[in-house]
């Protein structure tokens, strides 16, 4: 059966093919010629895979969508300049005239404009995507997703992630610093910005959605603003579980939180290869004896400890590491996505690479909210119970999250929550089991305890 081709209205009608990670030759080459276009052009890669991702469903039986990806300023008086704070959106929207059931357009210069002149009074989805990845990461739920009448998908790249704009990060310096008070000023950073971009596109209210560390940032926006989220959609949240007593007052009461930040480590290519097979190896064993509630003991070893709290991120290496950088991307992403077929493994690594090897900004958030182990400096167990909206929680069955931490914190909980779990899902569920993953945010999105 033939597919049909995606129409696309953007500067590049055919696609440059990715360079095949096959030799050290291309690896060199893909490093070498890395660029904000390139970048632009890995990303489109993976929205036009929207339509086709899913051969399930067939797109010429769907409601027509026209899919725009570009930048939208956060700040009102500076929208050109390069100082300028902007965050990477992809917006689907349902085009029921529209002759094509799939259209594309990459690097929308109006998509501001676009947005605010179609109808507002749709129900709003927003993805927002966990560390280390990007809004491209959901290619496989898009295009189901955006067939529910009266609803517009959007995703964006969290404020110096992904296709946004990468500031400097910094953290004002105060010898006085608690962790308490650098959390705070992290969590604000990004609440701000999600809140600034809400309020630029105009949406009133939304259904959010957040994986991983963006499931923290989303609650803790939810928390901010509630009457913004109808419902809270957390895909495998961090920093939802309590450490032991003693640890959690290990990891909140350094001496000098700020020094530890600012330290940077060196000989760190050998741990990046570490690291990654030690979470294949995490994706691979389910959570045992399920029917206990006993907390799961992360074993850190002492050499993740100590980068991490030296702020030596995976994409720091990355960039350290220069030529040889693309293939430790695709050493990751032909293990951890073997489940796809080669050409789609090629674009995720592709797409990864970039965003990866992009200048560090917001990825340097991730030390000054989790302490190695993957436990938050502020957890958010206890913050849940203040929550208003439905709030439902999903999960991976071989998830190494704990989902039994959102079961604790339910029962502390007033408003509306569920507790779900996606069978042969991993951290990364909406990639491994796409359809049932489909099926739950479908079910969400049309039940009655959304708040009008």
């Known amino acids: 059966m033939s597919q049909q081709v995606p129409e696309l209205s953007t500067a590049f009608q055919v696609l440059p093919a990715v360079i095949p990670p096959t030799t050290r030759f291309n690896f060199i080459k893909n490093w070498w010629q890395r660029s904000e276009k390139s970048s632009n052009i890995a990303q489109a890669r993976i929205i036009q895979r929207i339509p086709s991702a899913l051969p399930s469903l067939q797109p010429t039986t769907a409601i027509p969508i026209l899919a725009r990806v570009g930048r939208i300023s956060i700040d009102l008086n500076d929208t050109t ?157 961090a920093g939802i579980p309590e450490n032991s007593p003693q640890k959690q007052h290990d990891i909140t009461t350094d001496s000098n939180p700020q020094q530890e930040l600012q330290k940077e480590a060196s000989e760190i290519s050998a741990s990046y290869q570490a690291e990654a097979a030690a979470a294949e190896q995490q994706q691979k064993e389910p959570v045992q004896n399920n029917t206990t509630t006993a907390t799961v003991v992360r074993t850190i070893p002492a050499w993740v400890t100590y980068l991490w709290d030296r702020n030596v991120t995976p994409m720091s290496i990355i960039r350290c590491l220069g030529p040889f950088g693309p293939s430790l991307v695709y050493n990751y992403a032909s293990r951890r996505f073997a489940h796809l077929d080669e050409s789609e493994q090629h674009d995720l690594y592709d797409y990864l690479y970039h965003i990866t090897s992009s200048s560090g900004s917001g990825e340097f958030a991730l030390a000054a909210i989790l302490a190695p182990g993957a436990y938050a400096r502020k957890p958010l167990f206890h913050r849940l119970a203040q929550l208003k909206m439905p709030t439902v929680f999903i999960y991976g069955d071989h998830d190494w999250m704990d989902y039994r931490a959102a079961e604790r914190a339910k029962r502390h909980m007033s408003a509306p929550v569920k507790v779900i779990r996606v069978v042969n899902g991993g951290h990364h569920m909406y990639l491994d089991n796409p359809e049932e993953f489909n099926h739950i945010i479908r079910r969400e999105m049309e039940s009655d305890d959304i708040e009008r």
């Not at 010898?175 to 999600?194: A, G, K, M, R």
């Open 81 to 237: 300049t390069k100082q300028a704070r902007q965050i990477n959106t992809l917006y689907i929207s349902q085009q029921p005239t529209q002759l094509s059931p799939f259209r594309f357009e990459s690097e929308s210069a109006d998509l501001l404009d676009s947005i605010q002149q179609e109808t507002s009074n749709q129900n709003n989805l927003v993805i927002c995507h966990g560390y280390g990845a990007g809004l491209g990461f959901f290619y496989r739920n898009f295009q189901s997703l955006s067939q529910k009448k009266g609803w517009r998908i959007f995703a964006i790249d969290w404020l110096g992630m992904g296709n946004s704009s990468r500031p400097k990060w910094t953290i004002a310096k105060s010898s006085n610093q608690t962790w308490d008070d650098i959390v705070q000023v992290v969590e604000d950073h990004f609440v701000e910005s999600l809140e600034s971009w809400r309020s630029n596109v105009g949406i009133d209210k939304m259904t959010l959605m957040g994986h991983s560390l963006g499931g923290y940032f989303a609650t803790c926006y939810a928390l901010k603003y509630p009457d913004r989220v109808q419902k809270l959609i957390l895909v495998s949240p």
